[in-house]
């Protein structure tokens, strides 16, 4: 589920950048997230094995 909104949100920022569109600071926070979501799923896949 963790890959699955990271995706999402990064597919959101690459939308962001190629159509030039941003409002404020969000497409940035967007990729943010996506970056925090999938270390953190880096991390927990790493204790669970």
Request: charged residues 5%; aromatic residues 10%.
């Amino acid at each position: 589920m963790l890959w699955t909104i990271a995706v999402i949100l990064i597919i959101l920022w690459a939308l962001g950048l190629v159509s030039s569109y941003t409002m404020g600071g969000f497409i940035h926070i967007l990729l943010v997230l996506a970056v925090i979501v999938v270390l953190l799923n880096l991390f927990q896949g790493r204790r669970r094995g």
